[in-house]
């Protein structure tokens, strides 16, 4: 429709194109004409020295004058005559104009109809448009108060896993400070308890050195006694000798005394006298045995201890480096046990925020697959409302166009008629003149500048119906101007209307594929009726 009403607008226009064309082709070749002709007449100075003279021969040539003046006057009711038979001629193109302008209304007020029309068509279109405006408004209200809930829901489980995992990072924390405590204590105690063993171990060392000393030397009294009692008795030491290894055979078995007791039991009370004499020598080789029997169980035990000394010093080497090893493996397994509590907690709270994740992708598909349609369906309503924008746009353009020419060629017109008429002024004024001159030398001059403001009166009369045409077209132009001033002002409205209508839309679309809130949405505001901005064509 829009193109229709461009091309109907462009053949109605070009008659009146071509018209003002052509008449001002014509208006600057006369223009031209009559400046070239003009140019070398108008000094002020000679004319004033003409009119002194002309003043002072005034009283000589006032009866040549009047003769002259016969000649004059029926010379120039010619051009007077054709001048007051234009005003007739400007009847009579005015009714022509009057005419063409009774034809072209009809046009105008169909031209009218179609545009509200149009419009009409425009407005349902923006009410359907408004429709499903609502309808995705309140859909995306919808979709807004579930995605809202559903973020509230998972706000919720967050921050109780987030007080869990606080209340089980407090715990793991203290259970974590109360085995470094026992760590540290195990370790104290620990030290202090190997400073002391080997504090003790080196007074048992210390000590059984010095008992050591002490038996050796008795051991070489012993030994210097044993010598020196066996050196006195050699029978005695050979039989010393043989009860030393059977003693040291049956120690183990059985305490020399009761061997004795055995061996020499109570059979009788009262022994005789020579079994006394045969025991004699035995008792004192006894004797001598029992004062060595307590240096060889010293040598004994001395040795039990060293040997007990040597196993209690590897003992507790080894249990040392046993603690030690428990320790860190103590350590070790809280470190992997805290790693491993971590792991799981990080692992769990993944799941949870993958499964949140996955059910909002999937809340989101199903609420973007129907925003997308939505959102194509408008946005190819959009492109078709922007190429009809467009096209009034275009046609608005052209019309300010042709009126801004058809502004500006009238009033170069004007400004023509004006110098005309200020030309003509000054000619009637040189004519006045005339009458006053006494000579005929005197008004050769002017009678040569008459003849040439006859033809430049002929060229007058040409050229006026043309500047009357163009001030009928220029009143014609101003007639539409104003009659298709409201027009435009509804078109303007309806665009803004339209502008704001589409911002709304894609400020929708932006909300249901983003997600914004839907208060930070405007109402499209309406531009006021009464005071629409002033048009480019003003």
Not at 478 to 489: A, G, H, N, S, Y
Request: negative net charge; contains cysteine; proline residues 4%.
């Amino acid at each position: 429709m829009s193109d229709k009403l461009t091309a109907k607008r462009k053949t109605q226009q070009t008659p009146i194109m071509l018209m003002n064309e052509h008449q001002e082709q014509n208006l600057t070749a006369d223009l031209d004409d009559i400046q070239r002709d003009t140019t070398d007449d108008f000094h002020m100075e000679s004319v004033q020295q003409e009119l002194v003279s002309v003043k002072v021969l005034q009283q000589h040539c006032s009866i040549e004058y009047e003769a002259e003046g016969l000649t004059l006057r029926q010379k120039t009711e010619g051009p007077q005559f054709r001048l007051d038979e234009e005003p007739e001629a400007f009847k009579d193109t005015g009714a022509q104009k009057s005419l063409i302008m009774n034809d072209m209304k009809p046009e105008q007020r169909a031209f009218c109809q179609e545009v509200m029309e149009e419009l009409e068509v425009e407005r349902e279109s923006n009410m359907s448009l408004r429709e499903e405006l609502m309808k995705v408004r309140a859909s995306h209200q919808e979709m807004n108060h579930m995605y809202e809930a559903d973020l509230n829901t998972l706000r919720w489980h967050i921050n109780v896993l987030q007080q869990e995992l606080k209340k089980e990072k407090k715990s793991h924390e203290d259970s974590v400070s109360k085995h470094q405590l026992l760590l540290q204590n195990l370790r104290t105690e620990q030290d202090t308890f190997c400073q002391r063993i080997t504090h003790e171990i080196k007074l048992d060392v210390e000590n059984t050195a010095e008992e050591k000393m002490l038996l050796l030397r008795a051991m070489e009294n012993l030994k210097s006694q044993l010598d020196g009692q066996l050196s006195l008795k050699p029978n005695i030491s050979t039989e010393f000798k043989v009860e030393r290894e059977d003693s040291q055979l049956h120690r183990d078995k059985e305490p020399w005394e009761e061997n004795v007791l055995l061996k020499h039991g109570p059979e009788s009370e009262e022994p005789d006298v020579e079994t006394v004499r045969v025991e004699s020598p035995e008792k004192n080789r006894f004797q001598i045995c029992e004062e060595l029997l307590p240096n060889i169980i010293l040598k004994q035990e001395l040795e039990s201890e060293e040997s007990d000394i040597e196993t209690v010093e590897v003992q507790s080497s080894e249990e040392s480096q046993f603690l030690i090893r428990e320790l860190e493996l103590n350590e070790q397994k809280m470190k992997l046990t805290e790693e491993n509590q971590k792991n799981q907690i990080l692992t769990n709270e993944l799941e949870t925020l993958r499964q949140a994740v996955t059910n909002a992708s999937v809340d989101m598909s199903t609420m973007k697959n129907p925003a997308a349609l939505k959102i194509r369906e408008l946005e190819d309503i959009i492109g078709a409302e922007h190429e009809k924008r467009e096209a009034a746009e275009a046609t608005l353009t052209r019309q300010v166009k042709l009126a801004v020419k058809l502004i500006f060629a009238l009033t170069g017109a004007h400004n023509n008629l004006e110098e005309f008429r200020s030309q003509w002024e000054r000619e009637r004024y040189e004519y006045k003149i005339i009458h006053l001159c006494p000579t005929s030398s005197a008004r050769i001059p002017l009678l040569m500048r008459i003849a040439l403001r006859s033809s430049t009166f002929h060229q007058v009369a040409v050229v006026r119906p043309h500047l009357t045409q163009t001030s009928l077209t220029r009143t014609h132009v101003l007639e539409e101007v104003k009659i298709q001033t409201p027009l435009l002002k509804r078109v303007e409205q309806a665009l803004f209307k339209e502008e704001e209508i589409n911002e709304y839309i894609y400020t929708c679309i932006h909300v249901l594929i983003v997600g914004l809130d839907p208060r930070c949405l405007v109402v499209p505001r309406h531009p006021p009726e009464s005071n629409p901005g002033p048009g480019p064509y003003l």
